[in-house]
């Protein structure tokens, strides 16, 4: 499968307990992008890569909230101190360009509790 | 601001019968236009997108969308429907001067009944 790849798939987590997300984004595709989406709702944008370098960064985000890309490939979105609002379902994506499509992981279900 | 409208929390259509999901943007400039799809605890899935071109889109499972420039909509059609066409529509728009924004719409549930 050489699609966008998201572990784990589900993460149910006590408030307060830190939790990460791991992304591989389509091998040759230099452009990552982290969305959150709630029940019913389109996505929202959390933070965009091109290769390493983190180029923005929602204002959605709380300090609570980090995301890498060490090496321009796999990315990782880290959530400290969880609460019960950051329950979703996080969506990684990848593209080429900036024409092209994204294409989007399954996603990680975050449930805090 | 910018936004992006689907005025249709819902489409209901008879399977056999032709679809329109309707989009409309507030977007300054010649934007990118996407349709995706999304299934029941899946992710997005890309079906088609307008860049420039010919007004009339084709994509995947024989979708396909219509750009209207003096309308700002991007339509998305199919002369058929099918009962597995059932799922969450999300229509997105790329601004012409970023390189990772888009804005989505809040999503359209199409249920094909059979």
């Known amino acids: 499968d050489t699609g966008v790849s998201q572990n784990p798939r589900h993460k149910i987590t006590k408030r307060g307990q830190n939790v990460t997300f791991r992304c591989d984004p389509i091998?040759?595709?230099?452009?990552l992008y982290w969305y959150r989406q709630t029940l019913g709702q389109g996505p929202e944008f959390l933070t965009y890569?091109?290769?390493?370098?983190?180029?923005?960064k929602s204002r959605l985000l709380s300090d609570r909230f980090s995301a890498e890309r060490p090496k321009g490939s796999f990315s990782t979105l880290e959530i400290q101190r969880t609460e019960q609002g950051d329950s979703a379902m996080y969506l990684c994506?990848?593209?080429?360009?900036?024409?092209?499509?994204?294409?989007f992981g399954q996603g990680t279900r975050l449930t805090v509790v | 601001a910018q936004s992006v409208a689907q005025p249709e929390d819902q489409v209901n259509v008879a399977e056999g019968n032709p679809l329109t999901v309707k989009c409309t943007y507030s977007v300054s400039g010649n934007p990118y236009l996407f349709w995706y799809v999304q299934y029941p605890n899946r992710g997005l899935q890309f079906l088609l997108k307008y860049i420039t071109g010919d007004n009339l889109v084709k994509g995947s499972y024989g979708f396909e969308a219509e750009f209207n420039k003096s309308q700002t909509s991007f339509h998305l059609k199919k002369p058929s429907a099918l009962v597995s066409d059932s799922a969450l529509y999300f229509c997105a728009v790329r601004p012409p001067n970023s390189n990772y924004q888009l804005i989505w719409g809040a999503g359209t549930k199409l249920i094909i009944k059979p």
């Open positions: 890569f091109q290769n390493e370098a983190q180029l923005e």
């Open positions: 091998s040759e595709h230099n452009r």
């Open positions: 994506a990848s593209s080429l360009a900036q024409g092209a499509e994204a294409f």
